[in-house]
């Protein structure tokens, strides 16, 4: 497909495992955002990457959370030690050029409980 | 901190009515999107407008930008079921980073 995927879908972890979430934007995306979406919600910015530089991770809620996009494709969100508070779908989002300029494409995200 | 404030938070109607939904701030921004998001998918985007006083229309929805481009509103006609999803606004405050969005609306279009 031509979208932005994102894997697993549904992740159940246990309080205090670390789980890897996986997305894999639209070739040729330059920019790629990791967002925090609660219910009902907007979704809360977590870290942007302009092919494999992370430009800003000000919205990383702690130090638990690492993202990464090596190779400028493929990125992986990881969270250690999952809390509680952690629950949330986690959207992944790609756009051609500059963030701000561009149409964001949404993955259909993946969603994290954590018992 | 800069802010978008959605209204209403909730809106259910019946179909064939029309709605609008709001999408403040006191921020002033170089445009502003509006996105449709669907339980279990990811948003997808409506329209971005750019200029103030831009009227936008996409069938039966109706986007304004604020004069001051420092609001926005969505105006609905005829609303159908097909409607119902969370509405969300996004601005670029300018500095090519980042959206700042808002909470979004939760419609619910009733047969």
């Known amino acids: 497909g031509a979208g932005v995927s994102q894997s697993p879908r549904y992740k159940v972890a246990k309080r205090g495992q670390d789980v890897a979430l996986r997305c894999d934007p639209i070739?040729?995306?330059?920019?790629l955002f990791w967002y925090q979406q609660a219910l009902g919600q907007g979704p809360e910015f977590l870290t942007y990457?302009?092919?494999?530089?992370?430009?800003?991770k000000s919205g990383l809620p702690s130090d638990r959370f690492f993202a990464e996009r090596p190779e400028g494709s493929v990125s992986t969100l990881k969270i250690q030690r999952t809390q509680q508070e952690d629950s949330a779908v986690y959207l992944c989002?790609?756009?051609?050029?500059?963030?701000?300029?561009?149409?964001?494409?949404f993955g259909p995200g993946t969603r994290l409980t954590v018992l | 901190t800069q802010l978008l404030e959605q209204s209403p938070q909730f809106l259910s109607i019946q179909e064939g009515e029309n709605l609008t939904v709001y999408c403040n701030s006191s921020?002033?921004?170089?445009?502003l999107q509006w996105y449709r998001q669907e339980p279990g998918e990811g948003p997808v985007l409506l329209v971005t407008?750019?200029?103030g006083g831009e009227v936008k229309k996409l069938k039966r929805l109706t986007f304004q930008f604020g004069d001051a481009r420092k609001d926005s509103s969505l105006h609905i006609t005829a609303a159908q079921p097909g409607d119902t999803g969370l509405y969300l606004c996004?601005?670029?405050?300018?500095?090519?980073?980042?959206?700042?969005w808002g909470l979004g609306t939760s419609l619910a279009v009733n047969p």
């Open positions: 989002a790609s756009s051609l050029g500059l963030a701000g300029l561009s149409e964001q494409f």
């Open positions: 070739s040729g995306h330059v920019s």
């Open positions: 990457f302009q092919n494999e530089a992370q430009l800003d």
């Open positions: 921020s002033v921004f170089s445009s």
């Open positions: 407008v750019v200029t």
């Open positions: 996004a601005a670029n405050a300018g500095n090519n980073r980042k959206l700042i």
